[in-house]
């Protein structure tokens, strides 16, 4: 119902940065909040950062003042700019969105994308 593209992704050095997009399409009545999860082999899938609709953010500790999420509401769009990275950010790195979808008759929709790999080298 509700689809998400993940892009720009890939391998950088130590320090380097990234950026990465996630763009919703579908029937979308609204987006209630847009985040990014990471994966590492063998480890759970964590929350990285989250955007809430008002703009309000949420990072996990370990990204404090290194990754910056921005939205974009017009194109249904949330980026990830990831700065001084480490080989401990190599991962999986998944979009979400949780909203609501359709026009007449809305549902709630909670969508992932299919992943994007990040992968940080010393």
């Known amino acids: 119902q509700v689809q998400l593209v993940e892009s720009g992704g890939g391998l950088v050095q130590a320090g380097g940065s990234l950026r990465l997009s996630c763009a919703a399409s579908?029937?979308?009545?609204?987006?209630?909040?847009m985040g990014w999860y990471r994966q590492a082999p063998g480890k759970q899938r964590e929350l990285v950062a989250a955007?809430?609709?008002?703009?309000?953010?949420n990072y996990a500790d370990s990204v404090k003042g290194r990754f910056t999420i921005s939205k974009n509401n017009a194109k249904d769009t949330v980026y990830l700019q990831m700065n001084s990275l480490k080989p401990e950010d190599t991962a999986v790195y998944y979009c979400?969105?949780?909203?609501?979808?359709?026009?007449?008759?809305?549902?709630?929709?909670?969508?992932w994308g299919r992943g994007t790999q990040v992968t940080v080298s010393s």
């Open positions: 979400n969105a949780h909203g609501v979808a359709g026009t007449l008759i809305t549902t709630p929709f909670d969508s």
């Open positions: 579908g029937n979308i009545f609204g987006i209630i909040i």
């Open positions: 955007v809430a609709s008002g703009g309000t953010t």
